[in-house]
């Protein structure tokens, strides 16, 4: 019966995805199974208060090194499978030609 305390989650994941590698491990594996377990109708509008920063911190592990920044993106082919996930399912959830 947790269903319905998730929207609290959504704060804390996304400043796991902007921490350490570790915490962005895990915050990638619990956005994955949100976005493989539950319903595109019941996800989106949770992730609604939160969806820019979480993007932001998406696009973030799909950067390329840079001089400033040299460290490796181990995140980003996980990254993109979700954003994949997410881009696929929320078509699914549109109920007219734009």
């Not at 609290?8 to 590698?21: C, D, E, G, I, T």
């Not at 969806?51 to 950067?63: C, G, I, N």
Request: charged letters at 20%; hydrophobic letters at 45%; aromatic letters at 6%.
């Amino acid at each position: 019966a947790l269903l319905p305390y998730l929207h609290y989650l959504m704060r804390p994941l996304v400043l796991a995805l902007k921490s350490n590698a570790d915490l962005v491990s895990q915050g990638l594996r619990t956005l994955e199974l949100c976005i493989d377990n539950l319903s595109p109708e019941f996800l989106f509008p949770i992730i609604e208060p939160v969806r820019v920063e979480l993007m932001e911190a998406l696009w973030a592990h799909l950067k390329p090194p840079t001089v400033n920044d040299p460290r490796p993106r181990r995140h980003g082919t996980i990254t993109l499978r979700l954003l994949g996930k997410l881009g696929g399912r929320s078509r699914s959830v549109l109920k007219e030609a734009p």
